[in-house]
């Protein structure tokens, strides 16, 4: 919690508004892409409809590119920091994995 806290500080009080806004826009549309791709995956277990939860997948994954590309030109600031912390969660998970035993997932 105070992690959150203090980099919610730092980014309130150092980051302009547009990169803060891009970073939520872009966040929660990356969440929506794998939220509706794991609806598909699990269709029949969740009673889904296939077709609507990979358009969802497909729909916001394609309104994310469109965005960090738009904002590409306008605030190169913005994508770093909205990119940033998914590269970042990547890579750890990447450490994990690689430094996890090999019988711990086993387990799951």
């Not at 729909?59 to 904002?71: E, R, T, W, Y």
């Not at 190169?76 to 994995?97: A, D, M, Q, R």
Request: one cysteine or more.
């Amino acid at each position: 919690m105070l992690i959150t806290v203090i980099l919610t500080f730092f980014i309130a009080n150092f980051l302009d508004l547009e990169s803060i806004s891009t970073s939520g826009s872009s966040g929660f549309l990356l969440i929506f892409s794998v939220v509706n791709y794991v609806a598909f995956r699990k269709a029949k277990k969740v009673n889904a409809s296939k077709i609507i939860t990979m358009a969802g997948t497909l729909l916001c994954a394609a309104a994310f590119l469109v965005l960090i590309v738009q904002q590409l030109r306008d605030n190169t600031k913005g994508i770093v920091i909205s990119l940033g912390p998914i590269v970042v969660c990547f890579v750890i998970e990447y450490i994990y994995k690689t430094i996890r035993k090999p019988d711990q997932h086993k387990k799951s």
